[in-house]
C-alpha cells in the first residue's frame, strides 16, 4: 500500500532567495526596525500603485495630489489609523459589510463610533452600493468597501453614493492587490484612503504588515504622527540626522503601528514578485474552474472584462442540488488531506455584533445563504498542477 499524500494546506507564503538576503542584511545593518528599509517599501508600493497608466478618455489624475504610502505593522492598524485621522468618533456611524473579518468594523468601535453593517450583492459577495445608501442616517460619517476575494467592490456606484452624501470613504484592500477596477488600481481611486494586507497568507507577504496609501497631504501628515506614539518626529529622522535632533514632541496620544525594516525587506522583494504571483493565481484559479465544471457548485465570480482579480481566496458555494451540506462537505475534504477554510462567519453571526446591535440572520440575506454554502479551497502560488489536480479529484469525491 502507498503512503497517503501529505497535507495539503490552505495557504503558504511565497519566499525566495532574494527576500531572505535582504532580511540577512537588514540584520547585519544595525537597523532592524522602522528606518530606511520601510522608507524604500514605502516607496516603491507608491512607485508599483502609479505605474499603471489610467484610461486617457477619463482624465483623471490631472490636478490630483500625488500618492502617498505609509507602512503599517497591519491592516488593521491603517484602518483604525484612516479613521482616526478623517476625525471618525462618538456619535458617528460608519458602514461596512457584514460579509468581512471582523477587523474591518473593529476598528471603528476602538474609536467609539457605531457599525452599520449591510449586505452583500450575491453575485460577486462585496458589499452592495445600494444598500450602503438604503442605510445612510444623519449620522453617517463614512463607508468601508471590502473587495472580497480580491474581486473590486463597485467603487463608482459606491463613490457616487459617498458623494452625494458627503461620506468619507477608506477602502479595505486587505484582498485586493493587485485588483483593477475600470482599468485602476485599487489604491488610486478618488476614495479618501486605502488598506492594503500583508498578512502571511496574502497576495504579497511580510509576516504581519500592511500599507495605508492615500492622496491628502494632511490625512498623511496625520497617520504618520499617530502611527508613532504621536511623536511630531519619527525615530528614523531623529537617529539618522547629521545634527544633534534629540528633541520631539508629543502632539497627540498616538498608537504603536510602525512597520518594522525587517518585515519590509520581505515586502521590498515580494512587491516586485506580485505581477508574476497575480499571474500564477489567474492560473490557478482558471485551472480549478476547469476541474470543478459540471459539478453542483457556483464557482467564484469573475472581473469584468479587461479588468484583474487578485484571486486573493477561491471561493465556492454549494448549489441547491449539491448531495451534502457545507459541513459535511468540509470534513470530507480534511479527510482527503485537503485543507480549506470559510470566508467568512459573517458578522450579524458574532456575539459582539449580534448582541450589540441586534442582528438577525434574516436581516441579511445574501451574505447568510453564502456563508451556509461557501468553502475557500486552496489557491497560492506554491500550487503546482498536481496540487490543483488533488483539490478538484477529492471535490469531485466529496460531492459524489
Not at 503599517?72 to 492598524?77: D, G, L
Not at 473590486?152 to 452625494?164: R, S
Not at 525587517?262 to 480549478?288: C, E, N
Not at 458574532?350 to 479551497?377: C, I, K, N
Request: glycine share 8%.
Amino acid at each position: 500500500m502507498s503512503d497517503p499524500l501529505p497535507f495539503l494546506p490552505f495557504a503558504l507564503p511565497e519566499i525566495g532567495e532574494d527576500e531572505i538576503a535582504e532580511v540577512i542584511d537588514t540584520l547585519r545593518s544595525g537597523w532592524i526596525t522602522t528606518g530606511p528599509k520601510a522608507k524604500r517599501f514605502e516607496d516603491d508600493f507608491t512607485e508599483f500603485l502609479t505605474s499603471l497608466p489610467l484610461p486617457p478618455e477619463e482624465g483623471r489624475g490631472e490636478g490630483r495630489e500625488p500618492l502617498q504610502s505609509l507602512a503599517v505593522n497591519s491592516a488593521t492598524a491603517g484602518l483604525h489609523l484612516a479613521l482616526e485621522a478623517l476625525g471618525i468618533g462618538p456619535g458617528d456611524e460608519v458602514i461596512t459589510t457584514t460579509h468581512t473579518f471582523t477587523a474591518t468594523a473593529e476598528v471603528v468601535r476602538y474609536l467609539g463610533a457605531d457599525v452599520k453593517l449591510v449586505d452583500i450583492d450575491p453575485l460577486t459577495m462585496c458589499i452592495d452600493a445600494a444598500a450602503v445608501e438604503a442605510a445612510v442616517t444623519p449620522r453617517t460619517k463614512a463607508v468601508m468597501p471590502v473587495h472580497y476575494a480580491g474581486l473590486a467592490a463597485d467603487m463608482p456606484a459606491l463613490l457616487a453614493v459617498a458623494k452625494k452624501h458627503g461620506l468619507k470613504v477608506v477602502e479595505d484592500a486587505a484582498h485586493a492587490l493587485p485588483t483593477t477596477v475600470n482599468g485602476q488600481l485599487i489604491g488610486t481611486l478618488d476614495s479618501d484612503a486605502t488598506v492594503f494586507s500583508f498578512y502571511a497568507n496574502k497576495t504579497i507577504t511580510t509576516g504581519e504588515g500592511g500599507m495605508v496609501v492615500t492622496r491628502d497631504p494632511a490625512l498623511a501628515q496625520r497617520m504618520k504622527v499617530m502611527r508613532l506614539h504621536g511623536m511630531s518626529r519619527d525615530a528614523f529622522d531623529r537617529f539618522t540626522a547629521k545634527v544633534p535632533s534629540w528633541y520631539y514632541e508629543i502632539v497627540a496620544p498616538g498608537f504603536k503601528y510602525n512597520l518594522t525594516d525587517i518585515a519590509a525587506a520581505l515586502g521590498i522583494h515580494q512587491l516586485k514578485r506580485v505581477r508574476d504571483f497575480q499571474r500564477k493565481r489567474v492560473q490557478l484559479a482558471q485551472a480549478l474552474d476547469a476541474g470543478l465544471a459540471g459539478l453542483p457548485l457556483l464557482l467564484p465570480p469573475q472581473p469584468r472584462a479587461g479588468d484583474m482579480h487578485a484571486w486573493h481566496l477561491y471561493v465556492v458555494r454549494l448549489a441547491d442540488d449539491a448531495p451534502i451540506d457545507r459541513n459535511t462537505f468540509i470534513e470530507r475534504l480534511f479527510a482527503a488531506g485537503i485543507g480549506c477554510s470559510v470566508h467568512y462567519i459573517p458578522l450579524h453571526l458574532q456575539p459582539y455584533w449580534r448582541d450589540r446591535y441586534g442582528l438577525r440572520p434574516e436581516d441579511f440575506p445574501h451574505s447568510q445563504r453564502a456563508y451556509e454554502r461557501m468553502v475557500t479551497l486552496p489557491l497560492y502560488t506554491r500550487m503546482g498542477d498536481s496540487d490543483v489536480r488533488r483539490v478538484t479529484d477529492a471535490v469531485r469525491a466529496a460531492l459524489a
